[in-house]
């Protein structure tokens, strides 16, 4: 597969569903898409397409939690990164473990880091932080606020 047949695959099976389609680079395209379409996007891009899973990462922002998927067509050089959002206020979206077993862990990260919530995701266990850290405190938001010890013992 060429890197112009992958775009032609992606916009030819989901025209208007695609939000933004944004080429960076010959090597990276980012595909903003609605968070309830991420499985369908996700689907093609890993099992038609024969991408692989690359890592999936995340951003704070006032209102939302920014969720990009990178995805890479290896005999091309290509990353596709789709690119969702979740508000904080009802911070969940479905989870790609199902899908594909490497999305694991860094979908454990991202809840216990940022705290979205990963549906259908089976073992969305703590990963990184102390089993009594808050449930509520999430270290990687911006509004998280670290205590030093001397703030702790005024």
Same mark, same amino acid.
């Given at each position: 597969?060429?890197?112009?047949?992958?775009?032609?695959? /992606?916009?030819?099976?989901?025209?208007?569903?695609?939000?933004?389609?944004?080429?960076?680079?010959?090597?990276?395209?980012?595909?903003?898409?609605?968070? =309830? #379409?991420?499985?369908?996007?996700?689907?093609?891009?890993?099992?038609?397409?024969?991408?692989?899973?690359? /890592?999936?990462?995340?951003?704070?922002? +006032?209102?939302?939690?920014? /969720?990009?998927?990178?995805?890479? %067509? =290896?005999?091309?050089?290509? /990353?596709?990164?789709?690119?969702?959002?979740?508000?904080? #206020?009802?911070?969940?979206? =479905?989870?790609?473990?199902?899908?594909?077993?490497?999305?694991?862990?860094?979908?454990?990260?991202?809840?216990? %880091?940022?705290?979205?919530?990963?549906?259908?995701?089976?073992?969305?266990?703590?990963?990184?932080?102390?089993?009594?850290?808050?449930?509520?405190?999430? +270290?990687?938001?911006? =509004?998280?606020? %670290?205590?030093?010890?001397? #703030?702790? #013992?005024?």
């Amino acid at each position: 597969m060429t890197r112009d047949e992958a775009v032609k695959s /992606i916009k030819e099976k989901f025209g208007s569903r695609i939000e933004r389609f944004y080429e960076k680079s010959k090597r990276r395209i980012y595909i903003d898409i609605a968070k =309830d #379409d991420l499985v369908d996007f996700a689907t093609h891009v890993f099992k038609d397409m024969g991408a692989r899973f690359n /890592i999936a990462t995340a951003v704070d922002h +006032p209102k939302d939690i920014e /969720i990009m998927y990178h995805f890479e %067509l =290896d005999n091309i050089g290509c /990353i596709i990164t789709l690119r969702t959002y979740t508000k904080k #206020d009802k911070c969940e979206i =479905d989870s790609l473990l199902p899908l594909m077993k490497g999305a694991e862990w860094i979908e454990r990260e991202i809840h216990e %880091l940022f705290g979205v919530e990963f549906r259908n995701h089976p073992n969305i266990k703590r990963l990184l932080l102390p089993d009594d850290w808050p449930k509520d405190k999430y +270290p990687l938001r911006k =509004d998280y606020v %670290l205590k030093t010890k001397e #703030d702790r #013992d005024r």
